[in-house]
């Protein structure tokens, strides 16, 4: 059975600095993965191409079996795919789920017209 999320090979330069070297990686549903090592390893930059904000020099990534191109942000979350960034990253006048969904907070109507947070959907979805 093919892995959730996987990574073939899959490598990234900044000029003459190789950054993600050759990295393959499998993620089953429902598993918990954690990427350890050295600042300057390499673990943002693949988490960046898992998520969009770069692309692979080589290599692939798969979803589902299915190789996947992801060109952006946009289409990694079209994909199930969302990065949730550290601490240094967030609004600390926020709440957890309001950082989660910031920039594409979610809404419903009141009174049929007027659009206003949906914290219970932000909150639940977080959970």
Known sequence: MAYLLETRNITKRFGGLTAVDHVSMGVDAGEVVALLG???????????????????????????????????????????????????????????????????????????FIDVLDHDYMFNESQ
Do not use: C, H, W
């Open 38 to 112: 050295d600042n300057g390893a390499g673990k943002s930059t693949l988490i960046k191409m898992i998520s969009g904000v770069y692309q692979p020099d080589e290599g692939e990534i798969y979803l589902s079996g299915e190789k996947i191109n992801i060109q952006s942000p946009i289409e990694a979350l079209a994909n199930g795919i969302e990065t949730l960034y550290q601490d240094l990253a967030l609004a600390e006048n926020l709440n957890v789920y309001s950082n989660i969904f910031l920039g594409r907070e979610k809404t419903k109507k009141v009174l049929g």
